[in-house]
């Protein structure tokens, strides 16, 4: 059942008081939009023909490692094989796979121990190990926005049928985990992540997240550094050891209304997931749900909460021109999730938590963008096409 209407002034009221239980956790200056996740670590390792491997052990916490292999010795062929910590092969790479002196970075190795092997003729052969990266299970929580003393998001997947219905759990096969990178060592190294949703899957593949999941630097500086090129895009980032991972071919950019459109890559054969359908009626004080991944968790849903738009009108922290309030509880690396209506279909990008107002107070609403302000981007990209609006 849609809510109808105009919202209360007493749940107004409700959605800018401070709850008790954030008395001692003050509201952000400047809300914090993506989630740190992990570490990118300049390695510098040297592999050559030898019985003895080269070792990368990681703390037990860490989900899954990449890393960047660069040829360094041309004219030579060899293979490097990567194993686990039983000697289980888990990625070959050979030399005529890659190009003399450029980085290529492995697969998604889910373990936290990996051993590298070189088999060359040549024992001059040899690759240099440049980085890795490191992904924990969890993130540590960089700030919350949620209505009670706990968050009220529950599980996609592991909650009881009763609690989550099938159709948001088939939405959520679109929803993915986006997992960057990039630095330097002047400005350090940082890995994080966001969320983000699959608006086209044929003739491109077509992912929606925030332009600000682009990097946690100036808006100039966004996506630049190789931010795409070596992105992830995890649809299967739910608990399962299933890989269903996208590369980042390009982003086309919004930086005015937060939004950024990824054209994805894959070498899989499977079929990517069913895409989401965009809604053309702009939000009205109506209930909504979002799925996200909420400080880099599994997919996780936030049900029956309120989208408000009129209600709104007074609350100096939202600008209706370009977005709407909600109450669904968020997090750091919910930033690109989508926010659906009660038939699923897409009526905003969440992309901002709780803020302080003109007068020094936490709003406690976060905010998400219309998703008026992507069809009309869409409609200014000819070469966007295969993308559903209702």
């Known amino acids: 059942m849609k809510l109808s209407g105009r919202l209360s002034p007493v749940l107004v009221a409700l959605s800018v008081a401070i709850h008790p239980s954030h008395a001692s956790s003050p509201c952000e200056d400047a809300p914090k939009m993506a989630t740190e996740f992990g570490v990118n670590t300049i390695w510098g390792k040297n592999v050559q023909p030898s019985a003895a491997p080269t070792a990368l052990t990681l703390p037990k916490d860490i989900r899954w490692i990449r890393v960047a292999v660069k040829p360094e010795y041309p004219g030579a062929d060899w293979v490097l094989t990567i194993r686990d910590v039983k000697g289980r092969p888990l990625q070959s790479i050979s030399s005529s796979a890659v190009v003399q002196g450029h980085p290529v970075w492995t697969e998604r190795l889910p373990v936290n ?92 593949l077509l992912f929606v997240t925030n332009d600000h999941c682009g990097g946690p630097w100036t808006i100039d500086d966004r996506w630049s550094g190789g931010v795409c090129e070596t992105a992830v895009v995890d649809f299967s980032w739910d608990g399962d050891l299933v890989k269903r991972e996208f590369g980042c071919r390009s982003a086309m950019r919004d930086p005015a209304n937060d939004l950024a459109v990824l054209e994805l890559s894959t070498t899989q054969t499977d079929a990517p997931p069913k895409a989401l359908v965009l809604r053309k009626k702009p939000l009205k004080d109506e209930r909504v749900s979002i799925i996200h991944h909420p400080a880099s968790l599994p997919k996780q849903i936030s049900l029956n909460c309120k989208g408000i738009t009129d209600a709104a009108a007074g609350i100096d922290t939202v600008n209706l021109e370009t977005d709407f309030a909600h109450l669904c509880d968020t997090e750091g690396g919910s930033s690109g999730a989508p926010i659906l209506d009660d038939d699923g279909f897409v009526v905003g990008i969440h992309h901002l938590g709780f803020e302080k107002d003109t007068q020094g107070k936490c709003d406690m609403i976060n905010k998400a963008v219309n998703v008026g302000r992507l069809i009309e981007f869409l409609a200014s990209k000819p070469e966007l096409v295969g993308v559903q609006i209702k």
Request: charge should be neutral; charged fraction near 20%; include cysteine.
């Open 113 to 204: 121990e990996l051993y590298f092997f070189l088999d060359s003729s040549d024992p001059a052969a040899k690759v240099r190990l440049t980085e890795y990266i490191a992904m924990s299970a969890t993130a540590k929580r960089p700030y919350y926005s949620i209505q009670g003393p706990k968050e009220a998001w529950i599980d996609l997947f592991e909650s009881p049928l009763e609690n989550v219905d099938t159709l948001h759990r088939r939405k959520g096969d679109a929803v993915g985990m986006f997992v960057a990178h990039s630095g330097s060592n002047l400005n350090g190294f940082k890995v994080w992540s966001c969320t983000g949703f699959l608006i086209a899957n044929s003739p491109k």
